[in-house]
Nanobody
Framework: QVQLVESGGGLVQPGGSLKLSCVAS????????MAWYRQAPGKQRELVAT???????NYVDSVKGRFTISRDTAKKTVYLQMNALKSEDTAVYYC???????????????WGQGTQVTVSS
């Protein structure tokens, strides 16, 4: 089994910062792309940022210059540093990873349970 567990969410004032973490555990051979998504109430889940196994990153336009995605391969962890937070960043943030569990097996997509981020004064 593979599990992704997020942490680091919470309540923060506009302009503040939070750092999310997501740790992968279980039977893992290789982790390919990792990503953060978010879903606000009444809205569809949105891709926020991605990072490849080689460290290349991409961001949705609304967070460019404010959010930074990074990963620690040895710790099987992906991070999302969120600065200059706005009320519109309020959402449940989900971690996603493409993981291969054994040689010859195609990667499958795994999701964390989500962590709530609320930006409010």
């Amino acid at each position: 089994q593979v599990q992704l567990v997020e942490s680091g969410g919470g309540l923060v004032q506009p302009g503040g910062s939070l750092k999310l973490s997501c740790v992968a555990s279980g039977s893992i051979l290789f982790i390919y792309n990792m990503a953060w998504y978010r879903q606000a109430p009444g809205k569809q889940r949105e891709l926020v940022a991605t990072i490849t196994s080689g460290g290349s990153t991409n961001y949705v336009d609304s967070v460019k210059g404010r959010f930074t995605i990074s990963r620690d391969t040895a710790k099987k962890t992906v991070y999302l540093q969120m600065n200059a937070l706005k009320s519109e960043d309020t959402a449940v943030y989900y971690c996603n990873a493409a993981i291969s569990r054994r040689f010859g097996e195609a990667a499958n997509s795994y999701w964390g349970q989500g962590t709530q981020v609320t930006v409010s004064s």
